[in-house]
C-alpha cells in the first residue's frame, strides 16, 4: 500500500494532480491483473453495469475513447459492442481513493445489457422475492444475430 | 452457471419474481466468498464507492436496512459508518443480470469517503495526469477522532 502513488492524493486539494504513468505503475489489480470497472451513463446518473479490466483493455480504453473490457468467461479482450452494436464512448474515467476500483462515465448506445435492457441491474431484491424491474428495450435475439 | 437461478430471470417480463432464498443459495461469490457492492446515492444517482459483501454481511444489511460490508483488509464486518458516524440505510439491493455483482440504492450521511470527500471517485484521469476533482466536506481528523 505505501508504494501506491495514489493515496498521496487523499489529503491533497482540489485541482492537485499526479502524473498517470506514474499511478498506472503501481495500480492496484487483483491477483488475476484485474481491477473492476463501473459504468456509469454521464448524464442520466444510472448505472449500467459492471465488468472488469486489465492494463491492456484500459490502455486501449483511454486511447481509443472506445470503451474495453477483459472478459473473465472468454478471456480476452471484449471491446463493448463488438457483437451487439451497443458500444459505450469515454466520457471520463476516474480512480477511487485506494486505486482499485473504476468508475467509467460513459455514453452508450443503446442497451448496455446483453438481455436488452437498458442496464444490467435489474433484478431488486424485495423482501424474501427477486423481482425483474425492468423490460428489454430490443429482443436479445436482434443484438446478437448478424446480418 | 446452469444452476445459477437468477438467469431465469434474463428472458423475464417485468414484475415476474423468484424466491430470494433460492437465488442466494446459488449466487455467484468469488473464490474469497465475495460478492462487488456498488453504492449509489439513491435520489442524485451518485455513485459514491464500492466495497464487498459476503453471505453474512449481505444478511445483516437486508434485515437491518443498514449497509454492512466485509473489510477485507480487516477481514471482519464492517458496518459502514461505525467509526465515522457516515451510515448508509439502504433503499433497495439489486442484483446484475448474472448475478455477481450488486448495486445498493442508499441514503448516505455526510461523506462516504474516508478522505471525508463526498464519493470515492475524485481521482479522474485526464490524459496524463491523474487530477483530485472534489474537496473534502469534513476533515477526516475529525470523522475519525473518538469524542
Redesign the interface.
Known sequence: MSHNP?LQ?????????????E?RRHLKLDEHGLI?A?A?QHD????L??AWMNLESLDET?RTGRVCYWSRSRQRLWRKGEESGQVQQLI????????D?L?LLVDQTGPA???G?RN????????????????ALID?ATLYRKS
Open positions: 495514489i492524493n487523499e489529503t491533497a486539494p482540489q485541482g492537485a494532480s499526479l502524473a498517470w504513468a499511478v473492476p463501473i456509469q442520466s446518473g444510472e448505472v453495469m459492471m483511454l471520463e474515467a476516474r480512480l477511487d481513493c485506494d486505486g476500483t468508475l445489457c446483453h438481455t435492457r444490467c441491474f435489474y433484478n431488486a431484491i424485495h423482501d424474501d422475492q427477486v423481482e425483474v424491474i425492468s423490460a436479445p
